[in-house]
């Protein structure tokens, strides 16, 4: 068995990262932990398009 077998993935498709981070009462971005990391490799790539 591979552990992908062992996913659980809903068949919804692609969400936007909107829809994982939300705000705290105190005002900080709170959501799992890899969509910070998807937000940041989101924004790295949109910056690297500007530069060009």
Do not use: C, E, K, Y
């Not at 591979?2 to 900080?28: E, F, I, K, N, V």
């Amino acid at each position: 068995m591979t552990p992908s077998a062992l996913l659980q993935l809903s068949d919804d498709g692609p969400q936007p990262l909107s829809s994982l981070l939300h705000r705290d009462t105190m005002g900080r971005i709170t959501g799992p932990r890899w969509a910070f990391r998807v937000a940041g490799w989101r924004l790295a790539s949109m910056l690297a398009a500007q530069l060009v």
